[in-house]
Every structure is written in structure tokens, then in C-alpha cells.
């Protein structure tokens, strides 16, 4: 077996991904000699190769359906196609592939992510001491080789070995993303029409290897800028603010969705604002004169010890 690009090889590291990433190594099953073969894999998931290669007999994947159905959608590492025929002097191209996947107890963020915030969005994401501990995954895939039977003459057998089954080592560690922001409930107070006003978050990836992606739903009324972003490892991102810009009087009280790692994971913040007030519509310069700030609402930055009191939320929205 040949990787992509490179020599022979019988070691794939897929490093390390985000629970719920997917990860792909392109290689090729070459076949030297004058004769049609069939190729089969078989995945042995936490076996070492002296342990697979001591298990090749074919007795030992007598498995029921209900065992092989159990095998492949606990499956995390994997090879496509599964089977298949190696014409003489050829190769195919082989793709090892790894899926790993989110535990069902993180599955959905109102489950478990509200559980480890309080209200007043002072805590940081905790998923019960796990964020720093890698989980480490292996396979060892032996592939076994047989003779094409369009080889077969006469009904004969021939007794000469093909070739020796390859067997293919595969691992990866697995780790929740560890991100974090400062807050969770964002307190506009009031805000006049024709103004807005400003909070400010501060997101911070604590994985020492692994950036993160994360993007915002658009809500009315609140608007984000920047929506999207990367964030390198062990960073914090620039101050993402979030406006508060009323159109009409009432209480306003909705929930901003920060998704991150390709929408996979989900943390909700809340938003409040009150509009009661008319708020002073400014004459503006118009034409070639005017600048970008002339188009612009008033705005006004709330503190962040006034944006995180949950006690002005329970006085003023209901």
C-alpha cells in the first residue's frame, strides 16, 4: 500500500480533530504481479497488529448481523471501497476515512450547555472535566488478499499464496472543543429610537492545537459585527460587538445561537433591551460631503457590570 503522494506505508495518524470532525487519507492497493486478485478489508477496532495478524482466520469474523451492524455504526475508522478487484499490474485508489462523533449525552446544546452556565453568564463552558483530555481511538485494518476466479482453469486451484494480508494501523484523539466567552446574557437596558447601543464579547479558544470556527444567527433587532470568524489556538478574537438597534417601543428579549466547530456545537446568549423613548433624530450630512459616521446611529457602549446584571433583567422584562 502506497500513501498519496508518498512511499509505502502501514501507519496512518489522523492527529488530532474535534469530536464530530471528519478527516480523509487518500493511498493506493498496488498490485505487481501478472494475475486479477480480490481484496477485502477487515476493521479490528482496538487490536494491535500481532493481535490481528494472529486472528486471520476467517472463523474469527463469524459474526451474527446483529454484531456486524453494531460494528459498523460504532465505526470511527474506516476504508472505502471495503472490497473490490486489483486488475495485474495496477493500483486503485483506496481512501481511509475517519468520522469520529459527538457522545449522545452532548448531542444537544439545551441538554447540557444551559447546565453549565449560570444565569448571570459568569461561568465558562465545563463538559464535566473533560475538555483537556484527548480521547485516543485506533483500528488496525488487515486487508486480505484472493485469487480472482476468472484465473481459476478447469476448476483447477492454484495452491501458490497470492500475497500476504497488509495490515493498516489507524488512530486518532478525539477532544471537545474548549471555547469560552465572557458573557451569556447580554443587558441592553433602555434604548431610545433612532439610537443603539453597544456590548462587547470576548471569545477566547483554549485548545492549544486546534482553531475553531464559529458564526452567529441574525436575530431582529440585535445585529452582530463580525457574525464569523476563526479563532487560532490558545487565542482570544478581537471584541465582537453586539448592537442593540430598536425600531419600535417594547420589551425586547430574544436569544443569540453562537455555532462553532461547522455548526456542530451550540451556545446560546441571551439579549434584552426596553425602547419607551423617542431618542433625538440628529440633522446629517448628505451628499458627497458626508462621511461613514453620518450614516450611523448614535451609540453608546453599557458597561459590562451593567450588560451581566441579572437583577435589571427581572425589574424591567417580563
Known amino acids: 500500500m502506497f500513501e498519496e503522494g508518498g512511499g509505502p506505508s502501514t501507519e496512518i495518524n489522523f492527529g488530532m480533530l474535534y469530536f464530530g470532525q471528519s478527516k480523509e487519507c487518500s493511498a493506493f492497493l498496488v498490485n505487481n504481479g501478472p ?3 480480490n481484496y477485502l478489508f477487515r476493521f479490528n477496532p482496538n487490536k494491535n497488529r500481532d493481535e490481528v495478524m494472529s486472528s486471520l482466520d476467517e472463523t474469527n469474523y463469524a ?3 446483529e454484531q456486524e451492524g453494531i460494528e459498523m455504526t460504532q465505526r470511527i475508522l474506516s476504508a472505502e471501497p471495503e472490497m473490490g478487484i486489483i486488475s495485474s499490474y495496477t493500483q486503485i485508489p483506496i481512501k481511509f476515512i475517519c468520522k469520529t462523533k459527538i457522545p449522545e449525552k452532548l448531542s444537544g446544546w439545551r441538554g447540557h450547555i444551559l447546565e453549565d452556565y449560570d444565569k448571570n453568564g459568569g461561568n465558562h463552558l465545563k463538559i464535566k472535566g473533560e475538555l483537556n483530555n484527548p480521547k ?7 486487508v486480505k488478499f484472493s485469487e480472482y476466479p476468472a484465473n481459476k482453469t478447469h476448476g483447477k486451484e492454484i495452491e501458490e499464496k497470492i500475497c ?4 493498516v494501523f489507524m488512530e486518532v484523539k478525539a477532544i471537545y472543543p474548549d471555547l469560552t466567552l465572557d458573557k451569556t446574557m447580554l443587558n441592553f437596558w433602555e434604548c431610545k429610537l433612532h439610537e443603539q447601543k453597544i456590548i ?11 482553531p475553531v470556527d ?8 440585535f445585529t452582530v459585527e463580525p457574525s464569523k470568524g476563526i479563532i487560532n489556538p490558545n487565542s482570544k478574537f478581537p471584541p465582537i460587538k453586539v448592537y442593540f438597534h430598536p425600531e419600535n417601543y ?3 428579549s430574544d436569544a443569540l445561537i453562537l455555532r462553532y466547530v461547522n455548526n456542530m456545537y451550540e451556545i446560546p446568549i441571551r439579549v434584552i433591551g426596553i425602547c419607551k423613548d423617542m431618542g433625538v433624530k440628529q440633522k446629517k450630512m448628505r ?11 448614535q451609540e453608546a457602549i453599557v458597561p459590562d457590570e451593567i450588560a451581566c446584571d441579572y437583577t435589571i433583567v427581572k425589574k424591567n422584562v417580563c
Open 35 to 37: 494475475r486479477n486478485i
Open 63 to 65: 459474526n451474527t448481523p
Open 136 to 142: 485516543l481511538f485506533k483500528s488496525t485494518a488487515a
Open 164 to 167: 500476504n494480508p497488509i495490515c
Open 200 to 210: 462587547t464579547l470576548t471569545l477566547t479558544n483554549k485548545n492549544e492545537e486546534l
Open 214 to 221: 464559529f458564526s452567529f444567527n441574525k436575530i431582529p433587532y
Open 250 to 252: 417594547g420589551n425586547f
Open 287 to 297: 451628499g458627497p460631503e458626508a462621511t461613514e459616521q453620518d450614516f450611523k446611529a
